[in-house]
């Protein structure tokens, strides 16, 4: 109690304005206002890695991506396509993990289409994760060295898993959902956990885990993810495995 008293002291000293604000709606309000449709390009550099039993399955490509008036488009470097080309030539019949022979083939694969559009675009993704979430704590806080506000946020398990019917068969499930953001709610960084059990008819039954850590920039009116690092691991039937996904953007 007597922590929580501070910080509301704290919030109020270094951000004046914010006596009557929720922080949780801030962020919304920002983040309906960073939608826009700035003309970007930006260099990404994507990896994957997948372990499963004794097999490691890595990978890495980079790209150029640009969202404009005339719509959204990628451009692999004619070394990444000749990379392509060999690995598409290597004979896999008498490997055990093929796709380990594959590495660039693997990253471009693991890392679709979509998940480049929504690091232009991460306004819009976010705004979803944070439809149902509450607000746990907001604290006074610095980011980089400069004030920042800090939102501690509870998220049921619609933010995490979309399909309903998979969701009928979680019988346990836990995330927090961390955003460091400025004065005015325009965020930072983001940080996800989460865990969570479930069964699915008599015999199968998972469990599984991760973390997620985002950080964003403002290009105009525009809210561009510039770093993703996600974790999950899972335990089952079907053995184990963890998966890790990294993209790293930088604007041109």
Do not use: C
């Amino acid at each position: 109690m007597v922590y929580r008293t501070l910080s509301a002291v704290l919030l109020t000293l270094l951000f004046p304005g914010l006596i009557h604000a929720n922080g949780l709606d801030d962020l919304r309000k920002q983040l309906a206002l960073l939608q826009g449709l700035t003309p970007v390009t930006a260099y990404i550099e994507a990896s994957y890695q997948r372990e499963r039993d004794e097999f490691t399955t890595e990978g890495s490509t980079q790209l150029t991506v640009q969202s404009n008036e005339h719509g959204f488009s990628l451009h692999y470097a004619p070394t990444i396509t000749a990379s392509l080309r060999q690995e598409m030539a290597v004979n896999t019949d008498d490997v055990d993990n093929p796709a380990q022979k594959r590495p660039t083939m693997t990253a471009i694969k693991s890392n679709s289409e979509v998940d480049y559009f929504q690091m232009l675009s991460a306004a819009t993704g976010l705004l979803q994760t944070l439809k149902h979430a509450t607000l746990i704590e907001e604290t006074v806080t610095e980011y980089q060295g400069k004030p920042a506000r800090l939102l501690d946020l509870a998220l049921p398990v619609e933010a995490i898993i979309h399909d309903k019917k998979f969701r009928s068969y979680v019988k346990s499930f836990d995330a927090s959902y961390q955003v460091w953001m400025t004065e005015q709610g325009v965020p930072l960084e983001a940080k996800m956990q989460f865990s969570g059990h479930g069964r699915a008819y008599l015999l199968f039954s998972l469990e599984g885990s991760g973390a997620n850590t985002e950080r964003f920039q403002l290009v105009n009116d525009r809210l561009v993810q510039t770093y993703t690092e996600g974790h999950f691991s899972s335990s089952s039937i079907f053995g184990d495995f963890t998966n890790q996904r990294i993209r790293k953007l930088v604007i041109q």
